[in-house]
């Protein structure tokens, strides 16, 4: 036991002569600091890219995998009593909308999909879809379906969502 202690008497004791408290706080320092820099390192996402793209789009407009719902978000009025394009009995669309570019896989054209919030009635709470595809910032609102839309409406409690496409998109 006794040269066991003395390895390690005589091991501290060179440390404590090669190294300062200084250059400990500063080695700490460096690797705290890269320990919080290392989630900055860029990330290649490509993978997760094209395994969303070959994801199979459902051709139910009641599912929220449905190509036309790609920029909704919101309940779909489908699943609330009215369809894909029009709202249920009670609710009105909102005469102001945010738009999306969404690809139908089936003719491989891309189209310009309006998106109409329902008003009028409380919120339906079934089929709950939030796609953010290709979603510009706050600074686009007609881009972004983050806003209340109903807000234009007299009574703005928000119902459900319908899309709307209002032409092919050109290249």
């Known amino acids: 036991m006794r040269s066991l202690d003395q390895l390690f008497e005589t091991s501290s004791r060179a440390l404590a002569r090669r190294t300062s408290r200084r250059s400990l706080l500063a080695s700490l320092g460096q690797v705290i600091t890269g320990a919080a820099l290392l989630p900055l390192l860029p990330i290649d996402r490509a993978g997760s890219a094209h395994a969303a793209e070959a994801k199979p789009k459902s051709s139910d407009p009641a599912s929220c995998d449905y190509w036309k719902y790609c920029a909704i978000d919101g309940f779909l009025c489908s699943c609330c009593g009215g369809s894909s394009t029009s709202c249920p009995p009670g609710a009105a669309p909102s005469p102001i909308t945010w738009i999306g570019t969404c690809h139908n896989p ?66």
Request: with cysteine; charged share 25%; aromatic share 8%.
């Open 106 to 171: 089936a003719d491989g054209r891309d189209y310009i999909v309006s998106y109409n919030d329902c008003c009028g009635k409380t919120s339906c709470g079934n089929c709950e879809c939030n796609r953010n595809e290709r979603e510009k910032p706050m600074y686009r609102p007609s881009r972004n379906n983050d806003l209340n839309w109903c807000m234009a409406n007299a009574d703005s409690n928000y119902h459900c969502s319908v899309s709307v496409i209002l032409g092919i998109a050109e290249k």
